[in-house]
C-alpha cells in the first residue's frame, strides 16, 4: 500500500525561531516510515518547508517538504498550514493518509477531500492554550464534530483517546503510541551506579528540582552520579546550581548528543529522570523502555498510563529521593518489567497495529 503521512512538524522547537538540523534520519516520524517499507509498503512523508534540514539528505522514501502560509495565524512550530497539500495529493495516487492531530488545518483539508482514505493519529488530549483555549474549544466543538464526523481517529494515548472520543464518533479502541527502531537501542541488564536526564534545558522540564533531589540522595549514596544530556536557555544557571551544591563531579553536562551517542548512557543508566509540568507523548521514554531502562516521572507525560500498568517505573506526584532508593532497591525487578514490554514501542509493532486493527 501506497500510505502519505502528513507530519509538519518533525521535531519540537519551543519558539517560532526554528532551530536547522543536519538531519532528520533521527526523528520520530522518519522511523516509522522507515518501517512501513520495511514491512512492504511504499510510505511518503510530507512536512513543513521550515524543518528541511540544512544537509542534502538522500532518504529511503519520498520526503516531500511544502512551504506553509498565514505564519502569524499558523505558527509553523506549533499549527503550520501547508500550502500545495491538496494540489500535491490529487497529483498522486495513494491507499490511505495518516495526518497528525484532530486541531490541525492539514487535517481538515484531508479530512474533507479524502475522508474514506484519512486515518487522524492524534496526540492532545487537552485544549491548545492559545488565546485562553478559545479556538481549540471552537475547533472541537463545532469543526471537529461537523467535519470529522466518521474520520477515523487513532489516539497516541489512553489520555488523547478519552479527550477526543468526547468530539468525535469513530475513534478507535486501541492507541498507537510513537516507537522507535529495536535495532538500534540495544539494552543492557546490568547497569552502572548512574542516572540520567535526556531533556531540553528550560524551565518547564524542571532540571533544578531533578538536581535537588538527586544531591539528597547522592549524599547518602556517593557512588551514584547523575548525567545531563541536552541544551537549552537554562543551561548556566543549572551548571551554577550544580557548583553550589559542590557536586561537579557527580552531576555532568554533557550537552547534545546524537542518538548513537546517547544510546549506550541510557542504557546502562538505573533511570530516565523526568520532572516537566508540560509534556505530551514522550519520546525519551519510549527509547528508555527500549533500552530497559526504568523511568522516575512525573504524572504529566501521557506516557504514564502504560508506565503504571506495566510497572515500567515510578510516578510521582513530587519528585523524592525516595523515587531514587526504591529503583535502586528494585533495579532487577524494573528491568525485567522493561524487557518483557519493549516490543511494545517497537515501530515494528506500531506499524502492525495501523495496519492490522486501523486500516484493515
Same mark, same amino acid.
Given at each position: 500500500m501506497k500510505i502519505v503521512l502528513v507530519n509538519p512538524i518533525i521535531y519540537t522547537s519551543e519558539t517560532s525561531n526554528i532551530k536547522k538540523v543536519k538531519s532528520i534520519k533521527d526523528s520520530m516520524i522518519y522511523n516509522l516510515c522507515l518501517e512501513f517499507k520495511r514491512q512492504g509498503h511504499e510510505p511518503v512523508l510530507i512536512a513543513a518547508k521550515e524543518y528541511e534540514p540544512i544537509s542534502d539528505e538522500k532518504y529511503d522514501f519520498e520526503v516531500v517538504y511544502l512551504d506553509t502560509k498565514l505564519k502569524r495565524i499558523f505558527k509553523p512550530n506549533c499549527l503550520p498550514y501547508l500550502k500545495g497539500l491538496k494540489k500535491y495529493l490529487k497529483s498522486i495516487e495513494f491507499d490511505f493518509i495518516i495526518s497528525s492531530e484532530v486541531f490541525s488545518m492539514n487535517s481538515l483539508l484531508v479530512s474533507r477531500k479524502f475522508k474514506n482514505k484519512t486515518i487522524i493519529w492524534h496526540e492532545l488530549a487537552k485544549h491548545n492554550n492559545i488565546l485562553k483555549k478559545m479556538p481549540s474549544k471552537i475547533?472541537?466543538? &463545532?469543526?471537529?464534530? +461537523?467535519f470529522f464526523h466518521n474520520t477515523k481517529i487513532v489516539a497516541r494515548s489512553e489520555n488523547a483517546r478519552l479527550f477526543i472520543k468526547k468530539y468525535c464518533n469513530n475513534v478507535s479502541k486501541i492507541y498507537i503510541d510513537h516507537g @522507535? $527502531?529495536? $535495532?538500534?537501542? +540495544? %539494552?543492557?541488564?546490568?547497569?552502572?551506579?548512574?542516572?540520567? +536526564? @535526556?531533556s531540553q534545558l528550560i524551565r518547564r522540564k524542571h532540571i533544578d528540582g531533578i538536581i535537588k533531589t538527586f544531591n539528597e540522595f547522592q549524599i547518602?549514596?556517593? *557512588? %551514584?552520579?547523575?548525567? =545531563? &544530556?541536552?541544551s537549552g536557555f537554562e543551561e548556566s544557571n543549572l551548571k551554577k546550581l550544580v557548583e553550589e551544591l559542590n557536586q561537579k563531579n557527580n552531576i555532568i553536562f554533557l550537552?547534545?548528543?546524537?542518538?548513537?551517542?546517547?544510546?549506550?548512557l541510557l542504557s546502562k543508566s538505573y533511570a530516565l529522570v523526568i520532572n516537566t509540568e508540560k509534556d505530551n507523548s514522550m519520546l525519551s521514554i519510549v527509547e528508555a523502555?527500549?533500552?530497559?531502562?526504568? =523511568?522516575?516521572?512525573?504524572? @504529566?507525560p501521557y506516557n504514564c498510563d502504560y508506565i503504571r500498568k506495566n510497572d515500567l517505573g515510578i510516578i510521582t506526584d513530587s519528585l523524592n529521593k525516595k523515587d531514587f532508593i526504591k529503583i535502586m532497591n528494585n533495579i532487577d525487578k524494573y528491568v525485567d518489567s522493561e524487557k518483557k514490554y519493549r516490543f511494545k514501542v517497537s515501530n515494528?509493532?506500531? @506499524?502492525?497495529?495501523? =495496519? *492490522? *486493527?486501523?486500516i484493515q
Open positions: 475547533w472541537y466543538n &463545532i469543526i471537529a464534530r +461537523v @522507535v $527502531n529495536l $535495532n538500534e537501542f +540495544v %539494552f543492557s541488564e546490568k547497569k552502572e551506579k548512574q542516572f540520567i +536526564v @535526556v547518602e549514596n556517593p *557512588d %551514584f552520579k547523575l548525567y =545531563i &544530556i541536552g550537552g547534545q548528543r546524537t542518538h548513537k551517542e546517547i544510546i549506550p523502555i527500549a533500552c530497559t531502562t526504568p =523511568i522516575i516521572t512525573t504524572n @504529566v515494528e509493532y506500531h @506499524v502492525k497495529q495501523f =495496519i *492490522d *486493527d486501523i
